[in-house]
C-alpha cells in the first residue's frame, strides 16, 4: 500500500504561483508513475500531469502547459507540481496519484493510489 497526503494548497491571487507536495509513504516510489489531477465543484476530476518513475518523461494538460511543472525527488519519496501564472479556472482540488509500474498517463483508471486532495484557490 502507497499513503498519499497533498499539501501546500492554499488562495492565491491570479498570476501568482504555488507549489504543491504529495509526500508518498508505505512503499518507496521510485517505481511508480506519478500524477497531477484537479476536480472543481460540479465538474468531474480532470488530469493536470504526469511523470514517469524516473523524471525522465512528463505529460501535461493542454490548459496547463507552460505554467505547470511536474518533478520528483525519489531520495525524498516526494512528488510535485509547481504552478505559476495562476488563472481562476485552475481552482480546484488537487489529487495526487501513483501507478506501479507504468510509464506517465493522463487516464485516470490507471491509478492505483489516491491522495485525500488540497484545496487550490484563485481568486480574480
Known amino acids: 500500500q502507497v499513503q498519499l497526503v497533498e499539501s501546500g494548497g492554499g488562495l492565491v491571487q491570479a498570476g501568482g504561483s504555488l507549489r504543491l507536495s504529495c509526500a508518498a509513504s508505505g512503499r518507496t516510489i521510485n517505481t511508480y508513475a506519478m500524477g497531477w489531477f484537479r476536480q472543481a465543484p460540479g465538474k468531474e476530476r480532470e488530469f493536470v500531469a504526469s511523470?514517469?518513475?524516473?523524471?525522465?518523461?512528463?505529460v501535461y494538460a493542454d490548459s496547463v502547459k507552460g505554467r505547470f511543472t511536474i518533478s520528483r525527488d525519489n531520495a525524498k519519496n516526494t512528488v510535485y507540481l509547481q504552478m505559476n501564472s495562476l488563472k481562476p479556472e485552475d481552482t480546484a482540488v488537487y489529487y495526487c496519484?501513483?501507478?506501479?509500474?507504468?510509464?506517465?498517463?493522463?487516464?485516470?483508471?490507471?491509478?492505483?493510489?489516491w491522495g485525500q486532495g488540497t484545496q487550490v484557490t484563485v481568486s480574480s
Open positions: 496519484a501513483a501507478v506501479r509500474l507504468r510509464a506517465a498517463s493522463s487516464r485516470s483508471d490507471e491509478y492505483d493510489y
Open positions: 511523470i514517469s518513475w524516473n523524471g525522465g518523461r512528463t
